[in-house]
């Protein structure tokens, strides 16, 4: 397994106009292009994108999945398009600037595989972010052998997979919130526990240092100067059932 299932990527934009431009809505889905100049994403590979506007500290993390690449340098289109599940950041960029979230360091994003110890039966979830307080668990609460978990329960927590410089063993946390439609679980470390403390702390770097490695794309310039963006054609997309 790998301690870091999604490829972490960073989309950087120079006004909230072009940013919208690139975001294409197709059957209630988003579509992006992310240009490479050296051919890295596959096809059907995770990804975390960090979309930023160069005029502000605003930013926005989005979970998709490689759709398709795209490999035509004589048109000047190099990359890979990227699905992401739903349409909500191009709808609340409708609004304005304020759709997307004041930059907040002390909050992680990531995807790693950690196994939720909580009763007799441990089982898998996926950490979305990480603070110096808590982190927040998505599936912890819909996995197989997986108890009604309820603020306030206590729980170990160990990542799977992991290799250095990230910890093993996260140690103990209790719940703070938790949405039974969603699965997504809020928890907040016992940091009086010193393991818990180093751990936190070695996962927290552990990320960041992994953010600076992160491929990053720039806009260009000469696109949007019509007003639309000049990507490649968008692949075909499967339709929902």
Known sequence: MEKQTGSLLKARFGGLSQLQNHLHVVDGRTVFFFREPTPRLQGGERVLVELSLATSEQVSTLRGAVLGRV???????RGAWIEFPDAKLAKRLE???QGI???QHQRLACDLLVEVRQGRRPFLARMMDVSIGGARILGATAGVGALPLRPGAGMGLRLMGAGAPFPADLGRADAVRVDLNTGELAIRWVRSDPVVR???MKLIDALRSSWRQAQEMVHAPPCCALGRATDP????MRRRL
């Open 198 to 200: 180093a751990a936190s």
């Open 233 to 236: 054609p968008m692949p075909t």
């Open 101 to 103: 979230a004041t930059r």
């Open 95 to 97: 609004r304005g600037g």
């Open 71 to 77: 490999d035509a340098p004589e048109s000047g289109h």
